[in-house]
């Protein structure tokens, strides 16, 4: 195998040489012939890269060649080693970029000793400060802080008694009043016709994703909305609540929807890709 190949020109000369179309590999394979045709362009973007990966491993098997120098290829396109940063020119001489200069790394001096005549003036202000706080105290602290013990009026026990009975049943009345009963879950099932790869977010918090085969189905519970994303709305259908949502599109399109509570639909569709002209041939 030419290690200077790309993976698209390696997967599209193992199929042709083979015999087959790109239709005739959807039909062993189940992946869209989109999803096939952007490989063989050297295209790794389309979804993410655990579904590109197990895409280029169920062709490879058909196509019986080795899959891991693909894989490795397709993770270095991917992920890029950085650039190493480059020197510059610093007073006439070479220094790594992000190396400090010399005046930047000399250490402060340390600061002079502030004089003690500094420190009485404090200290004189402190003892100052006390002694006015004592005397607001003396003066207004049964204005402020309320009389003293010998004006506290007594309370009857039978008043007091009273008071201690009303208190628990005020406070279940609150509870009651603050409680609201939770809401039913929603359930949102997904049942998938075709491959097609799907994101669901639930309530704006928990993302899922998956990879569906043909009869492959999945029922998720939520409180107020859910979003979904599909790469084949044609391959999927979505029940919420046992209630068929209807037709989300067509196949191979890139469609989101956005389920309310109310069970209203929002929905926004891609482009219907475009079909090959190939024609499958024959073994």
Do not use: C
């Not at 600061?111 to 006015?132: E, H, K, N, Q, S």
């Not at 039978?158 to 509870?175: G, K, N, S, W, Y």
């Not at 209630?243 to 309310?260: S, Y």
């Amino acid at each position: 195998m030419d290690e200077e190949k790309t993976v698209g020109t390696i997967l599209r000369e193992a199929r042709e040489a083979k015999g087959l179309s790109v239709e005739a590999l959807y039909e062993k394979t189940r992946i869209l012939t989109q999803y096939i045709e952007l490989l063989e362009q050297d295209r790794y973007d389309f979804l993410p890269e655990p579904y590109v990966r197990g895409f280029v491993r169920s062709l490879t098997e058909v196509l019986e060649i080795d899959p891991e120098p693909l894989l490795d290829q397709i993770h270095r396109f991917l992920h890029p080693e950085p650039e190493p940063e480059e020197a510059v020119d610093i007073a006439g001489g070479v220094e790594a970029a992000g190396a400090e200069p010399e005046k930047a790394r000399e250490q402060p001096k340390p600061a002079r000793r502030p004089r003690r005549t500094g420190d009485y003036v404090l200290a004189a202000l402190f003892v100052v400060a006390i002694a006015a706080i004592v005397l607001v105290y003396a003066r207004y602290k049964e204005r402020w802080f309320g009389p003293s013990a010998g004006n506290v009026k007594e309370i009857p026990l039978e008043a007091a008694l009273q008071d201690t009975a009303a208190a628990p049943a005020t406070r279940a009345q609150r509870a009651v009043a603050v409680s609201q009963p939770k809401p039913s879950p929603m359930a949102l099932t997904l049942e998938a016709t075709d491959s097609s790869w799907v994101r669901v977010v639930v309530d704006d918090t928990l993302t899922h994703e998956y990879l569906f085969g043909p009869g492959n189905s999945k029922t998720l519970q939520g409180y107020q909305t859910f979003y979904i994303k599909t790469g084949n709305a044609g391959g999927l259908v979505l029940k919420l609540n046992g209630k068929d949502v209807g037709p989300i599109g067509n196949t191979g399109q890139v469609v989101e929807l956005w389920i309310n509570r109310d069970g209203q639909v929002r929905k926004r569709a891609g482009r219907v890709p475009r079909r090959s002209n190939a024609v499958p041939m024959q073994p």
